[in-house]
Nanobody, 122 residues
Framework: QLQASGGGLVQAGGSLRLSCAAS????????MGWFRQVPGKESEFVAA????????YYAGSVKGRFTISKDNAKNTVSLQMNSLKSEDTAVYYC?????????????????WGQGTQVTVSS
């Protein structure tokens, strides 16, 4: 089970930190990802991190502004979002994948959190 938190309303240029807490004892075996969705649009890949946390991947639109991190001891994955823009407004979802390969396709993730709303005002 995945529980996302940390969303909210922030002005453009501001920062937010999203967290996703996972239940279970095998968190270190999961690749973790963050996706976002705007109503009426398809889900969009944001960032992903390898099982060990050593490798990270970002969508071009957030690279240099967002940082994903994973703490296997605490069963959490976080997304630090800086220099937020109005186009970052969306519901953000964390997801988990039991495979080894880090992928950016949402359909390859098996478990999803409930989503947390991020609203960036311009």
């Amino acid at each position: 089970q995945l529980q996302a938190s940390g969303g909210g309303l922030v002005q453009a240029g501001g920062s937010l930190r999203l967290s996703c807490a996972a239940s279970g004892r095998t968190f270190s075996r999961y690749v973790m990802g963050w996706f976002r969705q705007v109503p009426g649009k398809e889900s969009e890949f944001v960032a992903a991190i390898s099982r060990s946390g050593d490798s990270t991947y970002y969508a071009g639109s957030v690279k240099g502004r967002f940082t994903i991190s994973k703490d296997n001891a605490k069963n959490t994955v976080s997304l630090q979002m800086n220099s937020l823009k109005s186009e970052d407004t969306a519901v953000y979802y964390c997801a988990a994948r039991s495979g080894i390969q880090v992928v950016t396709t949402g359909g390859l993730y098996e478990y999803w959190g409930q989503g947390t709303q991020v609203t960036v005002s311009s």
